[in-house]
């Protein structure tokens, strides 16, 4: 009979997204922990009844108690589940840390902290083969004992670790490194590994799941559990992706060169705000703008973000490619006799000197004054 489960990782909760509003950081928070729901509905599509978390349950190993028991609590919630946890390089098990304050506390039957290389059997004939790690960094492959690792003959061995193979990983400079032949060489039926966030299969029978709920742009692909079917001893496993995700992170451009004031001079941004894969209030969208405008054209660019921003969960634009084309004329806005108007000429000179050292910052402010400028009309209207 086959055996069946889902191989997960880098959950990372408790992460706390700084540089977000509090109320965005707050939703990704509740994010993390809401996807041990979608992870467990997951299972039931697919028949599993082990969960096996390949490291970076937590983000830090010095969590709030509160924000770890939530965790433990929403998984001892789906009772059908066995839970198996590997500690990772952000939740290290070291002496007097997270893991031992979690044990010592109690955690519920149908969770299983794995923190030791022993292997030990999850089902009927099926065994894992672990590699928990105690520091944030290795001197060698923690996955070398797998080669040795002893299971009974005939028995189903797959491995649970986390670190970087092949340039594979969190970071391209591996502080903790996996040869990405060790499938073969410990003879394993399936080696189930976190660290990237993306899913990938790196070698054979050899997978990254990846994060269930992104944290970042992504280029790779993030949100989703692997349900893994092994029909037996030497059977390829039988892989298949399952979204998991609730916040779509992405990354989108908008060239508005030769941008005009017509009716369809927006059509760039209406296509970036088009439904995609989740709806926009689902969506944290990095758009990056660039082009050369005046700046009357620039407000009207400014206007459209406000709507994406206000339609969107949270939106990071960058402007720094968006070029500025000034005219004496074009300060026609500004009260003739204001002292603005003279700021803004005085400002426009060291704009339009490309040998002037604060060239670059004369255009950044020139284009605030505008902008501050035009909103002001706006109010007064």
Known sequence: MSFRFIHTADWQIGKAFAGFPADVAAALREARISAIDRIAEATVRTAAAHVLVAGDVFDAETLAPRTVAQAVARMA???????????????????????????????????????????????????????????RATGADPTLHMDTAPTPPGALRIGLAHGSVRGYGSDQTATVSIDPNRAASAGLDYLALGDTHGCVEVAPKTWYSGTPEPDRYPDNEPGFVLAVEIAGVGAPPIVKRHSTAQFDWRKAAVSVSDFGVTATSFAPFRTVAAPHNRPSHDTLLKLTVTGRVSPEQRHGVLGELKRLEASHRHLDADLSGLALAFSAGGLHQLDATSDLKQVAERLLGRAADPAAPDAAVATEALALLLDLAAEARGEAA
Request: proline residues 8%.
């Open 77 to 135: 919630r789906h009772q059908h589940l066995t839970w198996h946890l590997l500690p990772g390089n952000h939740d290290v098990h070291k002496a007097g840390g997270l893991w031992e304050r979690l044990i010592r506390d109690g955690i519920p039957q149908n969770i299983r902290a794995i923190l030791t290389e022993k292997p030990c059997e999850i089902d009927k004939n099926s065994w894992i083969v672990p590699s928990p790690l105690k520091g």
